[in-house]
């Protein structure tokens, strides 16, 4: 199952990108997955709280394309890393919460743009 996945993953990237040499931005665009230069921002963002970026990160989101529940995903996954071991297990369950939150309302029809400002509140 996901052997086959990535080999077809592989194979598609190949094609897409043919006589290039693959990169692993390649791979991400080409499996749906958000950079991790962008995860990374908005992990950032949600961490220091700062009001000056939240605007034009969700405007950038909306922008390129992404697709949000991919976002809520792959912060869940930064959540549950190793290497966020340096925030505490009290803002950890917070910001689990707070995706959890986004992802029911998006679900049930919200707007993207709204959401993805909410969570990087």
Known sequence: GDMRKSIMMLQSAGRSYEGDKLTAEDIYEVSGKIPIEVIQDIWDQILNQSDTNISELAENVIQEGYDIMQLL???????????????SHLKKAR??????????????????ELNVSYLLV
Request: aromatic fraction near 4%; charge should be negative.
């Open 73 to 87: 995903s792959q912060l869940i996954e930064l959540v549950t890393n190793a290497a966020t071991r340096d925030v």
């Open 95 to 112: 910001i689990a919460e707070i995706c959890a939150e986004t992802e029911f309302k998006l679900i049930k029809g919200g707007s993207e």
